[in-house]
């Protein structure tokens, strides 16, 4: 197996893939965009919201909480889950000066 040879890249360019491969699943996705909305939430809820198997929806928790941009809170036999607004402020950050906007010519292939 071969090494990922990250150090021939920037911080900012291996933190906007570990970003983009942590929401690199439509499932990951719509557990965002729900917490976004409700700005917290049981594990259940994600369940019932997604249509996923228990341990599917806490597999893409795991993904999404290991890269930080999701905090849990242990709540009896539940975990309450929502958006770290820090790690989400920088998700945005990264990606905004990623976007940049490209002034194409008419034909450019």
């Not at 499932?27 to 369940?47: E, H, P, S």
Request: charged fraction near 20%.
């Amino acid at each position: 197996m071969g090494t990922t040879k990250s150090d021939l890249f920037s911080k900012e360019q291996n933190d906007l893939a570990m970003m983009a491969k942590a929401l690199a699943h439509p499932a990951r996705i719509a557990i965002l965009q729900y917490l976004v909305k409700t700005n917290a939430c049981v594990c259940g809820d994600l369940v019932e919201e997604l249509g996923l198997a228990q341990a599917t929806t806490s597999q893409h928790l795991k993904e999404l909480k290991t890269a930080g941009i999701i905090q849990g809170n242990i709540e009896g036999a539940s975990v309450c889950y929502c958006i770290n607004p820090k790690v989400w402020k920088q998700y945005k950050a990264l990606f905004n000066a990623f976007f940049v906007d490209v002034d194409l010519k008419d034909k450019c292939c």
